[in-house]
């Protein structure tokens, strides 16, 4: 019995430091995802050429919002293969919509 | 010995999934989400579409300013990594950390909700650019108030539940409720980066 206390203490102790390692990495990704955020209003408010700067600011925004589904939202955990699905078919959904949308105001 | 399944005496490592309820929430929640994805998808394409008939008003380069629109960005993540925190105590079973941290994430989201309302006010009464100026205007406010609405919907949902449970500390029947709350703040900043690039970062270039 005693044992048995003992390795239930010691497999939590596991999982909390597990967790605080965890931990560190969602404040090194929070301080990434700041740095993106600087970078993009920076260089908007550079007055950088059109042509150079929005496919950059969209590239740090989807890099962002990786980071916060896989990092603070979790996907990267086991056990998220349904939200996964879940997610990734809502965002081809999306991504016919937005293109449907701007293809229809072309001409 | 009682046996109080939703109170056990060592809460396990992940509380939110120990409850068939609980692992139910979860799916169930993301499936809520994908579908919010395609949902704000049609809004952003709208505006898209439609963000440069301003029919003869003003023009998103004349009315947004970035400053604003940066502290508001800054706000919202840092509300983001304080909903990690107050997880992360959940998950090792503090519940007044938890009920802290996530007090302050309710502040931040206070504090984005108020300078969004006072942005919209500014544009009202200084540019007269309201919902029913422009096409652009309909498409302005409904994607960006949409995501206010959702704001102002997870900030009265954070609190009702941390009202609720109070007094009642934390167990495998509430653990799922402050997780998906969480989700769905995660969630309320993927949509606003989204929105800051395109709609603000975009409109001024």
């Known amino acids: ?107 | 010995m009682s046996h109080d399944t939703l109170n056990p005496e060592v809460m396990p490592s992940e509380p939110e999934k120990a409850t068939l309820e609980g692992k139910n929430k979860f799916l169930g929640f993301w499936f809520f989400l994908g579908g919010e994805t395609v949902l704000f998808a049609s809004l952003f394409g709208t505006y898209l579409a439609l963000r440069n008939s301003n029919n003869g008003g003003p023009t998103s380069e004349e009315l947004f300013g970035l400053e604003l629109v940066f502290v508001m960005t800054m706000l919202l993540l840092t509300s983001s990594l304080t909903s990690v925190y107050a997880m992360y105590h959940m998950k090792n079973n503090d519940f007044r950390k938890m009920q802290i941290w996530l007090g302050i994430t309710v502040a931040l989201g206070l504090g984005f909700l108020g300078f969004e309302i006072y942005e919209f006010y500014h544009y009202i009464h200084h540019y007269e650019f309201t919902f029913r100026s422009s096409a652009f205007g309909s498409a302005f406010y409904t994607l960006v108030g949409f995501h206010g609405g959702h704001v102002l919907f997870g900030l009265l949902w954070i609190i009702t539940i941390m009202a609720r449970n109070a007094k009642r500390g934390l167990n495998l029947y509430n653990a799922p409720k402050f997780y998906i709350a969480s989700l769905y703040w995660h969630f309320i900043d993927v949509v606003w980066v989204f929105i800051f690039t395109v709609v603000y970062l975009m409109g001024v270039i």
């Open chain 1, 1 to 107: 019995m005693a044992e048995n206390t003992n390795s239930v203490q010691n497999e939590l102790d596991y999982h909390k430091k597990k967790k605080k390692e965890e931990m560190k990495q969602q404040v090194i990704t929070f301080a990434l995802m700041i740095v993106f955020t600087i970078i993009a209003f920076t260089m908007v408010a550079a007055g950088l050429d059109k042509l150079f700067v929005i496919p950059i600011i969209v590239v740090l925004a989807i890099v962002q919002v990786i980071f916060q589904l896989y990092y603070f939202m979790h996907m990267s955990h086991k056990g998220h293969e349904l939200p996964a699905i879940m997610m990734y078919g809502g965002i081809s959904v999306a991504f016919l919509t937005i293109l449907t949308f701007l293809v229809l105001i072309w001409w």
